[in-house]
């Protein structure tokens, strides 16, 4: 697991494997029993440097783990073993370049009304992930500004981490607003409301610059909207990033290719990022989004600029990157100040 990862980011130490399975419990447990199963997980996380998230919810767990590859891999061989759970099913193994679950060893969440009375309640007990962007969603879709950052505080104040904040509710709760006006459940002013108010509640979240992120301070990155797109959720909420980051952070928002070009001439950035939208697939865009970055390699031929794409296409197809000439394609938008600037010191280099 993760080798062939670990070959293409040798270069890249500090990042780690994740991995995301569901799987039923054998036996309803009791809180008692999931109490043992995640103290006794949490030390033997700590020792491994492998933080996550575990949830049990009607007789299902699922679960997030990332940490250093091989450490994950004998975890995930105990796991497998493990005769409280069956009908494992593997929905994500990648690398990443920042953890979600810094904070926790192993955060655990589900919902006290599935586990039996008497026994002790685990704490702490939030509900679970699902069930919170179902109301995040709402919310946004209602333009309950106060209630949604109420709500965003909330998680923050409960130890989840802006990435995990972003990750888990503001990036899907896009992705379900772009589904709900697909399936015609809202009106096209409804997604572009929903999306600010997410916007708002995002910016809300509280970065905490890392040593690490410091010491990029020098470079200087455009943060551009693909031409004519009109989602900017992705590309206001990358702002505050690297802002805390420390680097110097130019916006665009063109209405044309030459307008993004015109603007990356002028500024010589070291990397462009480039955002199609967070809520919907805009498949159609790849074949003029190939045209923008070849034209914009061109303008920046003797000032090389990394180049980062982003959005809903490439959250659920990272392959996509390679069609589209792009250096990076964020599969979310965490990390991606760290991984920016790990790509502008090798573009250095060569
Ligand atoms: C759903 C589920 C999730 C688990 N998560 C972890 C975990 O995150 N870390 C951990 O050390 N053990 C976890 N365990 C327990 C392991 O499966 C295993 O019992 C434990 O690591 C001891 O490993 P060993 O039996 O190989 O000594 C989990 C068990 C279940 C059923």
């Given at each position: 697991m993760f080798e062939s990862e670990t070959q293409v980011h040798q270069?890249?130490?500090?990042w780690v494997a994740c991995l995301t399975y569901k799987s039923l419990a054998t036996a309803a447990p009791r809180a008692s029993d999931l109490d043992l199963l995640v103290t006794k997980a949490r030390a033997r996380n700590r020792s491994l440097d492998v933080t996550g998230m575990l949830l049990f919810e009607e007789g299902c767990f699922l679960q997030t783990l990332e940490g250093p590859p091989k450490a994950l891999a004998a975890l995930w061989s105990s796991i497998q073993r493990d005769s409280r759970h069956n009908q494992i099913e593997v929905l994500s193994e990648h690398m990443a370049?920042?953890?979600?679950?810094?904070?926790?060893d192993l955060l655990l969440d589900g919902r006290t009304d599935d586990l039996p009375r008497g026994a002790a309640p685990v704490s702490p007990v939030p509900p679970a992930v699902a069930e919170h962007l179902e109301r995040l969603v709402a919310l946004a879709l209602n333009a309950d500004d106060m209630a949604l950052n109420a709500m965003i505080a909330a998680f923050a104040d409960q130890g989840w981490t802006s990435d995990a904040i972003l990750t888990l509710l503001i990036e899907p709760a896009a992705r379900a607003l772009g589904d709900a006006w697909l399936d015609d459940h809202c009106s096209e002013i409804d997604l572009t409301i929903g999306l600010s108010m997410l916007q708002m509640a995002g910016h809300a979240v509280r970065y905490i610059p890392s040593p690490r992120s410091i010491r990029n301070s020098r470079y200087r990155i455009l943060l551009a909207t693909a031409p004519g797109e009109k989602h900017m959720l992705g590309t206001t909420l990358l702002a505050d990033q690297f802002l805390t980051a420390g680097w110097q952070v130019d916006m665009a928002f063109p209405e044309s290719e030459e307008a993004l070009t015109n603007q990356m001439s002028a500024q010589h950035p070291d990397a462009v990022d480039i955002g199609l939208s967070?809520?919907?697939?805009?498949?159609?865009?790849i074949a003029q989004l190939r045209s923008t970055i070849e034209h914009s390699r061109l303008i920046a031929s003797e000032h090389p600029t990394v180049v980062s794409v982003g959005g809903r296409l490439f959250a659920e197809a990272a392959a996509t990157a390679l069609s589209v000439g792009a250096d990076h394609a964020r599969q979310?938008?965490?990390g991606t100040s760290i991984r920016l600037a790990e790509l502008v010191q090798q573009s250095r280099k060569r």
């Open positions: 270069d890249a130490p500090d370049a920042a953890r979600l679950f810094s904070d926790w967070d809520a919907m697939p805009r498949h159609h865009a979310g938008l965490a």
